[in-house]
């Protein structure tokens, strides 16, 4: 596939795009339990920091939701290193030309980093699906549509959302 500037242009702005769906959604959940967002939830990290926590401390306990949560919050790091480095250290966007394939390139705190098309399109396909895991993962009931810990519903959040919850 040729891609050009322009086509890794907007694959960034659909990542921003993403990542402003997250946020909101981790927020929505947070404002529904707590009425408001609290001061400590400043910024995409702390907000899903404190989205996990939410879930974490809810009643009843539910083991496979806990594990989610905390499975999902982690994955999000990774994710989270290339929005920032984007957002904060972004030096260079090329086209593919032969075999070289088109890349974004960053520097954060001294160390360059660059993602493939390749790369960024799988992150993005990730990324799409995470509010709803989100919402699914923050509502009490569901806990009959896929909170029971089984391994059927372990596989399901692998092959659905690609969390990489054990398989029991």
């Given at each position: 596939?040729?891609?050009?500037y322009?086509?890794?242009?907007?694959?960034?702005?659909?990542?921003?795009?993403l990542?402003?769906?997250?946020?909101?959604?981790?927020?929505?959940?947070?404002?529904?339990?707590?009425?408001?967002?609290?001061?400590?939830?400043?910024?995409?990290?702390?907000?899903?920091?404190?989205?996990?926590?939410?879930?974490?401390?809810?009643?009843?306990?539910?083991?496979?939701?806990?594990?989610?949560?905390?499975?999902?919050?982690?994955?999000?790091?990774?994710?989270?290193?290339?929005?920032?480095?984007?957002?904060?250290?972004?030096?260079?966007?090329?086209?593919?030309?032969?075999?070289?394939?088109?890349?974004?390139?960053?520097?954060?705190?001294?160390?360059k980093?660059?993602?493939?098309?390749?790369?960024?399109?799988?992150?993005?396909?990730?990324?799409?699906?995470?509010?709803?895991?989100?919402?699914?993962?923050?509502?009490?009931?569901?806990?009959?549509?896929?909170?029971?810990?089984?391994?059927?519903?372990?596989?399901?959040?692998?092959?659905e959302?690609?969390?990489?919850?054990?398989?029991?």
């Amino acid at each position: 596939m040729d891609v050009t500037y322009e086509k890794m242009s907007g694959s960034l702005g659909s990542l921003l795009l993403l990542w402003a769906a997250i946020e909101r959604s981790a927020r929505e959940e947070i404002i529904h339990v707590h009425g408001c967002l609290p001061k400590s939830a400043y910024g995409i990290a702390a907000v899903l920091r404190t989205w996990e926590s939410m879930v974490t401390a809810r009643q009843p306990v539910v083991p496979l939701r806990l594990l989610l949560a905390a499975t999902l919050r982690a994955q999000l790091e990774g994710a989270l290193t290339l929005r920032n480095g984007i957002c904060h250290g972004l030096n260079g966007i090329s086209s593919a030309h032969g075999d070289t394939p088109a890349t974004v390139q960053w520097e954060m705190n001294g160390a360059k980093q660059s993602m493939s098309w390749d790369d960024l399109q799988a992150s993005l396909g990730w990324l799409s699906k995470v509010p709803a895991a989100i919402a699914i993962i923050s509502d009490r009931s569901s806990l009959e549509t896929g909170l029971l810990d089984t391994i059927e519903n372990r596989r399901w959040w692998r092959v659905e959302f690609a969390l990489d919850v054990p398989e029991g």
